[in-house]
């Protein structure tokens, strides 16, 4: 740090009467300084930006909502994850996190801020870019015992690894015999983002779901993301854990029991998020998010709907599927990923096979299209799914629109 | 399923048939013994053509940045089923790929039974001490055949193999070590040669004895508990097996394993 006398720039408004200096700040990535203690201990000088954290050695890695009043606390999905993986770390010493840029970069999407300088390069591990080999040495450490959390930058590079994920770890425990388990999480961002183009919208829900011996999680909110982190971390099985780019940023209400460091949600049970009785809407991820902006709307033209968050693509809760289908006679599944061989299909299937008699419509399917994801706005908007299309989709099954028409 | 063994009490990783797969999963396993500070070490073997797989590349890589306590033990034997090694790299043979990764290397003799002990021996002392990884090519030659359905005369001359057979085998190479130093005979070879196959014998007595594992162990192990479906399956299958017993083998017990 340089300093001068009168005539160098100022930090921050705040800082009148302070002393001037002028901060030569050498050019690292991401590092923002986020809280005036950190700008504090620059002011200070000596060691530069990292000392700056380690005076926040005591302070929570995430700044969550302040209220302390009983009112519903708020927290971003980002916080939500992260401080899941970080009382987990905390919990258990064989937890650590590996992936490209998690470490000091923060995270390439700031899920793992703070956990570098709180647990150190041994449990968070920064790894030349290769999945193949990071996601192999993660089966490896899992085989001898660790519990590694892989973060693919976005699942769409996960296929660089997909061989470590199902033939290294979804098979061992049963090829073993039971000898060889592998407690390992792999998450990341899954599906369509806003405008990255083919090669980074891709959904793995189905890739995934169809293998066994791998468990699948999609949360949606911050309670899903706490809860399933949670339990994914805890798992003996290998777990993929499929997050959600544009949900990182979003709040959701969280009560005190969520808050808590043994928190955790079943894997396997779906939730139902809004009861409803004329038409069931099943969704995962963030289209949640819009089969309930589409009950909504059908609420206000007399239609009831039940909409299903699944927040566990395998196992799959059909108990509670088929349980509403037969209570209200219709179904329209809703993913972003594409349609053939997508997670519609299975449920189509599975409340074929139990609930047929109870059908009182055709099942309807509502997913992405059947294209690479293109880039251009305009067209991306067209290939995903939006709540217009479920709205439909769901007045279909009630006969409630005109046409037979998917336009309609 | 044959050669895919694996056991957890004496230390090594079930075989899969995913080439090279096994050398990331050695640098995940060296990572954990380096964070428990064992004084141990993993060693990882594979064939010449398993470093032309992604995976060698990303794992010896991978265990030079994390200085990684791990042996990785090539033997080229020149062959990847009807592929010569010519065919498979044109780089000086694998120790060079390791020396490129910053992998310390070293080229054996891999028919030298003592040349080989000597070298692995080091080589575990060096990534214990120094928990760095190392990179073993042991030259050799595949005499036999790939596998019970390969003739491999088929696409090298006989000759070839007869000569290697003759004049490098290992097992006569260390045979005449320790005759010439007095440690080894006729009768000991004949004695040894007897033993080995009573012991072979009664191994294949006592396992034809043993029961075949019941139906329901094909259900279990996919997760560490049985899920509901699976169990499911399995009850459906019992009562299959029970109606229709003529359809089925009769030495396989049906007998129903519980669920956790």
Known sequence: ??????????????????????????????????????????????????NAWSLQGTRPAILASRSFSSAAKEM??????????????????????????????????????????????????????TEAGF??????????????????????????????????AAKSNYMSAGQISVPIVFRGPNG?????????????????????????????????ARGLMKAAIRDPDPVVFLENELLYGESFPVSAEVLDSSFSLPIGKAKIEREGKDVTITAFSKMVGYALKAAEILSKEGISAEVINLRSIRPLD??????????????????EGFPQHGIGAEICASVVEDSFEYLDAAIER??????????????????????????????????????????? | ?????????????????????????????????????????????????????????????????????????????????STPASDQFRSDGVVVKGQAYGVRSIRVDGNDALAMYSAVRSAREMAITEQKPILIEAVTYRVGHHTTSDDSTRYRPLEEIEWWQMARNPLTLYRKWLESNG??????????????????????????????????????????????????????????????????????????????
């Open chain 1, 1 to 50: 740090m340089i300093s001068a006398g009168v005539g160098g720039r100022q930090l921050g408004g705040d800082l009148a009467g302070a002393a001037v200096v002028v901060v030569v700040i050498p050019r690292r990535r991401s590092r923002s300084i986020q809280s005036t203690a950190a700008g504090e201990a620059l002011r200070c000088g000596g060691g530069g930006i990292k």
């Open chain 1, 76 to 129: 971003t999905v980002r916080d939500a994850l992260n401080s899941a993986i970080d009382e987990e770390m905390s919990a258990d010493p064989k937890v650590f996190l590996m992936g490209e840029e998690v470490g000091e970069y923060q995270g390439a999407y700031k899920i793992t801020k703070g956990l570098l300088e709180k647990y150190g390069p041994d449990r968070v591990l920064d790894t030349p870019i």
């Open chain 1, 135 to 168: 996601t192999g040495i993660g089966v490896g450490a899992a085989y001898h015992g660790l519990k590694p959390i892989i973060e693919f930058m976005t699942f769409n590079f996960s296929m660089q690894a997909i061989d470590h994920i199902i033939n290294s």
């Open chain 1, 192 to 224: 369509a983002a806003a405008g990255v183009g083919a090669q980074h919208s891709q959904c793995y829900a189905s890739w995934f779901a169809s293998c066994p011996g791998l468990k699948v999680l999609a949360p949606y909110s911050s309670e899903d």
């Open chain 1, 318 to 335: 059909r108990a509670t599927i088929n349980n509403s289908v037969r209570k209200t006679n219709r179904l329209v599944t809703v993913e």
């Open chain 1, 366 to 408: 509502i997913a992405g299209a059947d294209v690479p994801m293109p880039y251009a706005a305009n067209l991306e908007r067209l290939a995903v799914p939006q709540v217009e299309d479920i709205v439909r989709a769901a007045k279909r099954t009630c006969y409630r629109s005109s046409s037979l028409a998917a336009t309609a």
């Open chain 2, 1 to 81: 399923m044959p050669v895919h063994y694996g056991s957890k009490k004496l230390n090594y990783f079930t075989v899969a048939s995913t080439i090279a797969s096994q050398l990331p999963h050695a640098v995940g396993a060296a990572y954990s013994l380096k964070m428990d500070g064992k004084d141990a070490c993993v060693v990882g073997y594979f064939g010449d053509g398993g470093s032309s797989e992604g995976d060698f590349h990303a794992a010896l890589n991978f265990a030079a940045v994390l200085e990684a306590p791990v042996i990785f033990l090539c033997r080229n034997n020149g062959w990847a089923i």
């Open chain 2, 183 to 260: 440690w080894w005979n006729d009768e000991a070879e004949a004695e040894l040669r007897s033993n080995s196959r009573k012991e072979l014998l009664k191994a294949i007595q006592v396992a034809e004895k043993i029961e075949k594992p019941p139906v329901g162990d094909m259900f279990t192990d996919v997760y560490d508990a049985v899920p509901s479906n699976l169990f499911e399956q399995e009850k459906l299958l019992q009562q299959t097996v029970t109606r229709y017993p003529q359809d089925y083998p009769s030495d396989v017990p049906v007998r129903a394993v519980p669920s956790s």
